[in-house]
């Protein structure tokens, strides 16, 4: 079975393409999934990230300075999907490149940015600090708080379903500042990093939350008062729930993008043990992604220009994005168990895992009736029906 021959690919003479297969023919990439050993996929998956990094495989839209080459998002979604469509697995630090990066070329101070190449190389992994018990879909509601203090600030409060914490050295995310007086709700919120490693004992603890998959890819962060310094805070302090809508846009664009990884991946595992009265749906499936994957690619069209360009930045559109693919690949992931009923042991242990997985990319990154809401009200402009 060649990938090729079932998915739509666009731009098939971009140079990175090719640099990508000739990188691949001299580099075998680890066999790792989040899904198949979570440490391994971190440990082994941060050395082949490093790799791809020095090679300027991936990275590529960060400056010069930075050791990119200053291209585009568009080229490098089209970077991280040859890899995938060529056989390398995702790489662990996936938020720092595609989210913590572009809103630190954004937003970032000159010391601030001066991380952003341990971020693409895997060094650093990231974790995102924004949702909270009672602040999920209505983030707006967060209660973490920061206090200043004569040289920072000090952090108090809960996070929660927080991907990647136990690996993290680095935390972005959002609190309200204890001194405002917010007018609104969105009002008094402060972006801020987070060393989560150095920090007086027990100030931060992260707790991971075991999975029905049994993975623990994600865990609850305790902070009491934990320390973050003057020059972690990004932007205005005040103005922490622009840039949080920021990252919340990129994440469901250039973060969704590079998870058709694991469609691609599946779309391969199945394409090795479908039988004829399976196929049909299969091809239904098929379809179904090409069809989303031509949405995706439309919306890239834009990024064309970014993030070169500070007037150019995902918008409403990337809910689209977020929606059908996640939405698909849980009907790829039902699909491929109900085919995995009828194969040996192995492949049903996978094929439960990949399901259950997939049950979660329709929460993370904004629910999939949330992704309805921003389609309905800023897309269509329909009225709010609340
Ligand atoms: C695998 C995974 C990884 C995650 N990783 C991270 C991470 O790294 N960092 C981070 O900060 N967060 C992360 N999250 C959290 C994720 O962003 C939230 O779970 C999500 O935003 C939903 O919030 P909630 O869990 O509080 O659910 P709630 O907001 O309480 O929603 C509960 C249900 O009500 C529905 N609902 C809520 N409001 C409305 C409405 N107005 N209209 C219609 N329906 C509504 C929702 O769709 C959902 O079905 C992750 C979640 C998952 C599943």
Same mark, same amino acid.
């Given at each position: 079975?060649?990938?090729?021959?079932? $998915?739509?690919?666009?731009?098939?003479?971009?140079?990175? @393409?090719? +640099?990508?297969?000739?990188?691949?023919?001299?580099?075998?990439?680890?066999?790792?999934?989040?899904?198949?050993?979570?440490?391994?996929?971190?440990?082994?998956?941060?050395?082949?990230?490093?790799?791809?990094?020095?090679?300027?495989?991936?990275?590529?839209?960060?400056?010069?300075?930075?050791?990119?080459?200053?291209?585009?998002?568009?080229?490098?979604?089209?970077?991280?999907?040859?890899?995938?469509? =060529?056989?390398?697995?995702?790489?662990?630090?996936?938020?720092?490149?595609?989210?913590?990066?572009?809103?630190?070329?954004?937003?970032?101070?000159?010391?601030?940015?001066? /991380?952003?190449?341990? $971020?693409?190389?895997?060094?650093? /992994?990231?974790?995102?600090?924004?949702?909270?018990?009672?602040?999920?879909?209505?983030?707006?509601?967060?209660?973490?708080?920061?206090?200043?203090?004569?040289?920072?600030?000090?952090?108090?409060?809960?996070?929660?379903?927080?991907?990647?914490?136990?690996?993290?050295?680095?935390?972005?995310?959002?609190?309200?500042?204890?001194?405002? &007086?917010?007018?609104? +709700?969105? =009002?008094?919120?402060?972006?801020? $990093?987070?060393?989560?490693?150095?920090?007086?004992?027990?100030?931060?603890?992260?707790?991971?939350?075991?999975?029905?998959?049994?993975?623990?890819?994600?865990?609850?962060?305790?902070?009491?008062?934990?320390?973050?310094?003057? =020059?972690?805070?990004?932007?205005?302090?005040?103005?922490?729930?622009?840039?949080?809508?920021?990252?919340?846009?990129? =994440? @469901?664009?250039?973060?969704? *993008?590079?998870?058709?990884?694991?469609?691609?991946?599946?779309?391969?595992?199945?394409?090795?043990?479908?039988?004829?009265?399976? @196929? +049909?749906?299969?091809?239904?499936?098929?379809? %179904? *992604?090409?069809? $989303?994957?031509?949405?995706?690619?439309?919306?890239?069209?834009?990024?064309?220009?970014?993030?070169?360009?500070?007037?150019?930045?995902?918008?409403? %559109?990337?809910?689209?994005?977020?929606?059908?693919?996640?939405?698909? *690949?849980?009907? *790829?992931?039902?699909?491929?168990?109900?085919?995995?009923?009828?194969?040996?042991?192995?492949?049903? @242990?996978?094929? %439960?895992?990949?399901?259950?997985?997939?049950?979660?990319?329709?929460?993370?990154?904004?629910?999939?009736?949330?992704? +309805?809401?921003?389609?309905? &009200?800023?897309?269509?402009?329909?009225?709010?029906?609340?």
């Amino acid at each position: 079975m060649n990938i090729y021959d079932l $998915l739509i690919t666009i731009d098939n003479n971009h140079p990175i @393409r090719n +640099k990508i297969k000739n990188f691949l023919e001299c580099n075998t990439p680890p066999d790792i999934s989040p899904e198949k050993d979570l440490d391994q996929f971190v440990t082994d998956g941060s050395n082949w990230q490093k790799k791809l990094f020095d090679q300027k495989v991936i990275g590529n839209f960060v400056p010069t300075e930075y050791g990119g080459c200053n291209i585009s998002f568009y080229d490098e979604a089209v970077a991280l999907e040859t890899l995938a469509l =060529e056989g390398s697995p995702q790489i662990p630090g996936i938020f720092g490149l595609t989210m913590l990066c572009p809103i630190l070329l954004r937003n970032g101070s000159n010391n601030q940015k001066a /991380i952003i190449p341990k $971020l693409v190389s895997g060094e650093i /992994i990231a974790c995102q600090l924004f949702s909270e018990p009672s602040a999920g879909s209505d983030l707006s509601s967060l209660q973490t708080k920061l206090t200043k203090t004569i040289d920072g600030y000090i952090l108090n409060g809960q996070k929660i379903w927080t991907s990647f914490a136990k690996y993290a050295q680095l935390g972005f995310g959002i609190a309200r500042l204890d001194d405002a &007086q917010p007018r609104k +709700k969105s =009002e008094g919120i402060c972006y801020f $990093l987070i060393d989560m490693k150095n920090q007086p004992d027990k100030a931060v603890m992260v707790k991971p939350i075991r999975q029905i998959s049994g993975e623990a890819e994600f865990c609850e962060v305790f902070f009491d008062n934990a320390f973050v310094s003057n =020059e972690n805070i990004i932007g205005d302090p005040n103005q922490g729930w622009k840039i949080a809508i920021e990252t919340l846009l990129i =994440e @469901r664009a250039l973060l969704t *993008f590079s998870r058709h990884t694991q469609t691609i991946n599946l779309v391969k595992k199945i394409a090795n043990i479908i039988t004829e009265d399976f @196929r +049909k749906e299969f091809e239904h499936l098929i379809s %179904e *992604f090409n069809l $989303l994957r031509l949405v995706a690619y439309q919306n890239l069209e834009k990024l064309k220009q970014a993030p070169q360009n500070p007037d150019v930045w995902p918008g409403a %559109e990337s809910s689209a994005d977020k929606l059908l693919w996640s939405e698909n *690949f849980k009907k *790829f992931a039902r699909f491929y168990r109900r085919l995995a009923l009828k194969k040996d042991a192995a492949t049903l @242990r996978d094929a %439960e895992k990949v399901y259950f997985y997939s049950l979660g990319r329709t929460i993370a990154a904004g629910t999939s009736e949330i992704q +309805k809401l921003t389609i309905a &009200q800023r897309l269509l402009g329909l009225p709010r029906s609340y």
